[in-house]
Nanobody
Framework: QVQLVESGGGLVQAGGSLRLSCVASGSTFSIHTMRWYRQAPGKQRELVAGITSGGSTIYVDSVKGRFTISRDNAKNTVYLQMNSLKPEDTAVYYC???????????WGQGTQVTVSS
């Protein structure tokens, strides 16, 4: 069974940094696209960043130049480095595995990020 466990969220002042981690188990981590989503109160969940098995990355415009997604296949882990955080980045951040073998998505439980002004 595929499991994703996020960590690294917390409370930070505007302009600060956080690094989120997501550890995956139960799958061949290296072959799957991994993505970070976020959901703020009263808003729909949105894609923040994604990284393919080959290392190609995508970002939502609002985080370009501030966030960096990366992966360590040896550790079955995907990261989201978040710099220059803004209050509008406040949300629950979720890790997602786009599982190519099972043709479905798996989600973590989420980690809260709160940015104070």
């Amino acid at each position: 069974q595929v499991q994703l466990v996020e960590s690294g969220g917390g409370l930070v002042q505007a302009g600060g940094s956080l690094r989120l981690s997501c550890v995956a188990s139960g799958s061949t981590f290296s072959i799957h696209t991994m993505r970070w989503y976020r959901q703020a109160p009263g808003k729909q969940r949105e894609l923040v960043a994604g990284i393919t098995s080959g290392g190609s990355t995508i970002y939502v415009d609002s985080v370009k130049g501030r966030f960096t997604i990366s992966r360590d296949n040896a550790k079955n882990t995907v990261y989201l480095q978040m710099n220059s955080l803004k209050p509008e980045d406040t949300a629950v951040y979720y890790c997602d595995q786009q599982n190519a073998i099972r043709n479905q998505d798996y989600w973590g439980q989420g980690t809260q990020v709160t940015v104070s002004s």
